[in-house]
């Protein structure tokens, strides 16, 4: 029997554990033209979240372009162009669709490969603009999903977030859905009134799984595959991963693996329990990676938010402490919540009160 649970990857259909109000909500919204941005810390499925909302869109044609990768503007332009043109495999369909697509941008190039093709298109500015406007030229309305949207600011040679805004503020057919792994670039991006962005979508926080629906998730996993799980150890499987999405399929996966080797195929606290011990094992290279990188202060105020004790019940002053927490919160270690900050990777929490606090 294959391991039902998958982690680490992008999963669809009945792999995704199902974020049905998200999904509904968004695609009210998209539906209506509103443009979203999708803000969340990493690992949270945002990915995963956009091809299952493109599975459910029947009004409108989908595209989705990852910026990971794309490291000037020139290879932005060819990868947003090829976006809508995958599928026309041979160079005469690709080149008959660019003269629809791009009648007024000379000289584009293209390198056709064993596995697909690739184009280079000079970055002017009027030919960024007549790139982003592409989209505009369906006979369909239109959705656009950016992936890693914060990588946009790494391309120097012109403001193409700038451009952007202002083509997209004129888009009739096109609604746009920005989604990236760096949450407070993204924030002030979208957040921030000196960007061009602000106000420009609907800014979605993407929280925790919801409880009910992700233990019936893991017990309709497990049950379906033949190995037995009590709802108790559901909700603790739950407790311990905080609702992350990412380890609650990664400790649903180790914890398959660990049963299935079981003549008596029946989940038990020991067996969750060695679990837990193997993913804090596997990430443990990672963690002493992210503590020897962080400075004395940082490591301090770390240390508390995982003890559940206030930043401030420390001998620093008050300003060391705020730099310190903004410098984690860039990082993506911690993140903002009602009680005032919390530590992003439920394990890192683990990991900190069980060894890395004692180092």
């Known amino acids: ?10 999963v669809t259909g009945e792999d995704f554990c199902d974020r049905k109000g998200e999904i509904e909500e968004l695609l009210r919204d998209i539906r209506s033209g509103v443009h979203v941005t999708l803000v969340s810390p990493r690992r949270y499925g945002k990915t995963s979240l956009i091809m299952n909302l493109f599975e459910r869109v029947d009004f409108a044609r989908t595209f989705y372009v990852d910026l990971m990768g794309v490291t000037s503007v020139e290879t932005f332009l060819g990868a947003y162009t090829k976006t ?29 490969g064993s596995v697909g093709f690739s184009l280079s298109i000079a970055p002017t500015e009027k030919n960024i603009e007549e790139v982003l406007d592409i989209s505009e030229k369906f006979d369909q309305p239109v959705i656009v999903a950016f992936d ?72 309709s996993k497990f049950n379906a595959s033949g190995v037995v799980i009590s709802n108790k150890l559901c ?13 609650v399929q990664y400790l649903s996966h180790i914890l398959w693996n660990i049963v299935s080797l079981k003549a008596k195929k029946v989940c038990s606290q020991s067996d969750l329990q060695r679990a837990i011990e193997q993913v804090l094992l596997t990430e443990r290279a990672m963690f002493e990676f992210l503590w020897d990188s962080l400075t004395a202060n940082q490591r301090i105020v770390l240390k508390n938010l995982a003890m559940g004790k206030s930043p401030y019940r420390t001998n620093m002053s008050s300003g060391s402490v705020r730099r310190a927490l903004e410098a984690l919160e860039n990082l993506d270690v911690i993140e903002r919540c009602d009680r005032g900050y919390k530590l992003v990777d439920p394990f890192l929490r683990i990991w900190l009160t069980k060894t890395g606090i004692r180092r």
Not at 235 to 247: F, L, Q, S, T
Request: aromatic share 12%; net charge positive; hydrophobic share 40%.
């Open 1 to 10: 029997m294959v391991n039902p649970f998958k982690f680490g990857v992008v």
């Open 84 to 112: 809508f043109l995958e599928g026309r495999g041979k160079r005469r369909k690709i080149e008959t669709a660019l003269r629809k697509f791009l009648p007024k941008v000379d000289g584009i190039q293209i390198a056709l």
């Open 148 to 219: 890693e949207f914060q990588e946009i600011l790494n391309l120097k040679e012109v403001d193409l977030l700038a451009i952007l805004r202002k083509k997209a503020q004129f888009f009739r057919n096109t609604t746009l859905i920005f989604s990236g792994s760096k949450s407070h670039v993204m924030r002030d991006i979208f957040l921030n009134q000196e960007k061009p962005f602000y106000r420009f979508s609907k800014v979605v926080n993407l929280g925790l799984l919801d409880k009910g629906e992700t233990t019936q998730f893991i017990m």
């Open 235 to 247: 909700d603790d499987i739950y407790e311990v991963c905080c609702g992350h999405p990412y380890y």
